[in-house]
């Protein structure tokens, strides 16, 4: 069964924005940190935001300031507003209830693909 499916993607210029959805499918996941994750070309999956079931956020060095993630509970959907987004935020995003053992996930959805270019 797939359980998350990532949407919002596309190609940007430097300083633009876009907004990525990830629908979750089971409600468990509205009681689990919820976390977006991105792969760049050629580098290992990382771990860019989490969100906490009562909304507490966190942001890996790079992203603080110009991503904001967000949940609506009701629907099922975790959000990642990007914003001056750069081209070192070119990647695959992710998202998936939060693990520091991203090695160890199978059930990956299929991402969505951000490319920052001019």
């Known amino acids: 069964q797939i359980q998350f499916v990532e949407s919002g993607g596309g190609l940007v210029q430097p300083g633009g924005s876009l907004k990525l959805s990830c629908q979750f499918s089971?409600?468990?996941?509205?009681?689990?940190?919820m976390a977006w994750y991105r792969q760049a070309p050629g580098k290992r999956r990382e771990v860019v935001a989490i969100?906490?079931?009562?909304?507490?956020?966190n942001y890996t060095d790079s992203v603080k300031g110009r991503f904001a993630v967000s949940r609506d509970v009701a629907k099922k959907i975790l959000y990642l507003q990007m914003n001056s987004l750069k081209s070192e935020d070119t990647a695959v995003y992710y998202c998936?209830?939060?693990?520091?053992?991203?090695?160890?996930?199978?059930?990956w959805g299929q991402g969505t693909e951000v490319s920052v270019s001019s």
């Open positions: 998936h209830d939060y693990t520091r053992y991203i090695d160890d996930v199978y059930n």
């Open positions: 089971r409600p468990i996941y509205n009681r689990l940190d």
């Open positions: 969100i906490t079931p009562d909304g507490h956020t």
